[in-house]
């Protein structure tokens, strides 16, 4: 009886190791032209029968695809900027190895002849200069602009003294004054010629400061752009948070959302000139306080009023295009995502920085959005459990976006907005790489264009 147990298993490990050596390996490397190794390169074999095993390449652009049925395979590799390399009739069985070398994408050789981004910026602040709402009050810290240029720190000053000396601006300044004079406030300038012209000295001079020292000098200092950017797009909820986000937040000299470090210098130091020449009671503190508040009460209506409003009764603006038709990539489409760095079978270390690159072709309405290759980053947030690998995961990732030609595709953890719950992952057998799916945060349209 024994000796039947043990010629059975004899038998079945005969079996297995058969099978195991029947078993398949396609491997190789991924370089460019100039023979740099590629990391994160997407590596897809494909079986006739449609079976599809992928990976992503190593540090030195090696990959290797185990536990393959004998068989031959159709191999594609996909790179972000590069074009796709494939070869057909690959035999899993042997001692085959692939060098593949991929070339620049034809798209990203081509160049088009035109204008510098400075000069752009030129040609977009010309435009601006002449924007005015009901044909009278200056709306030229407003950009119209699919794709705005930034500005550099002189014609932030162009802006700021085109601004500072538009009549409107004196006008508003000497009404103001007169107002002020009438209901007799700061009594310390006392009445006549000479207390009104010591209001609109005061009353001009708040507006000069406010203007040079947050939207000139400090967001030169700190390189933002003192600019809204209007959106337009998207449905009036959409908008309401893009206007919301924009009271709060400003857009960097890199396109980048930024905290508004050079708006708060900005304000705090308009505040303490203007206290030089105010005769006012209140304590400094107070008076940080309500410049603070004014200011960025100031800001959100007049965000919602140029997101929602202003554009109707501003001149030279641009007509808002008719988006009838246009593809969009819907909020809760699943993404498939190869982790490269940063997220492991291992785990993740909370605060660290994540790669990813796109599995497959993201697609909508036939259009492709993103390319296989495309390249993810983001952070990791709180982390729930010590290894991956299995078919849920409590770590959290935060700020992931997915760069798509010019625009940043959000992506977030959870199908279901706001629902915070396990994200979905699972390893690779036959490459050991991590596969993660996340999920497109917003509505996301195909980039007009110009």
Request: charged content about 15%.
């Amino acid at each position: 009886m024994i000796k039947g147990c043990v010629a059975i298993l004899l038998t079945l490990l005969a079996i297995a190791s058969a099978t195991a050596q029947r078993l398949g390996v396609i491997q190789g490397t991924v370089s460019d032209t100039s023979g740099a190794s590629i990391f994160g390169a997407v590596v897809s074999v494909q079986s006739p029968d449609g079976n599809r095993h992928t990976t992503a390449t190593a540090q030195d652009g090696s990959f290797v695809i185990s536990s393959l049925p004998p068989g031959n395979y159709s191999v594609t590799i996909s790179a972000d900027g590069l074009s796709d390399w494939a070869a057909n009739d690959v035999p899993s069985t042997g001692s085959s190895f692939l060098v593949a070398v991929l070339n620049v994408a034809p798209s990203v050789t081509s160049v088009t002849v035109g204008l510098s981004p400075q000069e752009v910026a030129t040609e977009q602040l010309k435009r601006a200069e002449t924007q005015r709402t009901f044909a009278v009050i200056p709306n030229f810290f407003v950009t119209y602009d699919r794709h705005p240029a930034p500005l550099s720190a002189k014609q932030k000053l162009q802006l700021g003294f085109r601004t500072v000396t538009d009549p409107a601006i004196f006008g508003a300044a000497l009404v103001t004054a007169g107002i002020e004079q009438g209901q007799n406030s700061y009594r310390q300038f006392g009445q006549g010629a000479e207390g009104y012209a010591k209001r609109f000295g005061a009353q001009y001079g708040t507006a000069v400061d406010g203007i040079f020292l947050g939207g000139v000098v400090m967001d030169s200092i700190f390189h933002q752009d003192p600019r809204y950017f209007y959106s337009g797009r998207g449905t009036r909820l959409d908008r309401l948070r893009y206007a919301l986000k924009a009271s709060f937040l400003v857009k960097g000299d890199n396109g980048r959302w930024q905290f508004p470090y050079g708006d708060l210098t900005g304000t705090f130091a308009a505040a303490e000139v203007t206290q030089a020449y105010l005769p006012d009671p209140r304590s400094q503190e107070s008076l940080l306080l309500r410049s603070l508040a004014f200011h960025y009460a100031g800001r959100l209506a007049l965000s919602l009023g140029e997101e929602f409003l202003l554009k109707k009764f501003t001149s030279h603006a641009p007509a808002d295009k008719l988006a009838k038709n246009v593809p969009t990539l819907t909020e809760g489409t699943p993404v498939s995502l190869i982790a490269v760095d940063g997220l492991t079978t291992e785990g993740a270390i909370p605060g660290q920085r994540v790669s990813f690159v796109l599995a497959q072709d993201l697609t909508a309405e036939g259009k492709v959005f993103a390319s296989t290759g495309t390249v993810a980053s983001g952070q990791v947030g709180r982390v729930g459990t010590a290894k991956l690998g299995g078919t849920s995961s409590s770590i959290e990732l935060v700020n992931i976006s997915l760069r798509a030609g010019a625009s940043d595709i959000p992506l977030r953890s959870n199908q279901a907005r706001g629902i915070t719950g396990p994200m979905q992952c699972k390893e690779l057998a036959d490459s050991h790489k991590i596969v993660v799916t996340l999920y497109v945060a917003a509505n996301v349209r195909v980039p007009e264009s110009e």
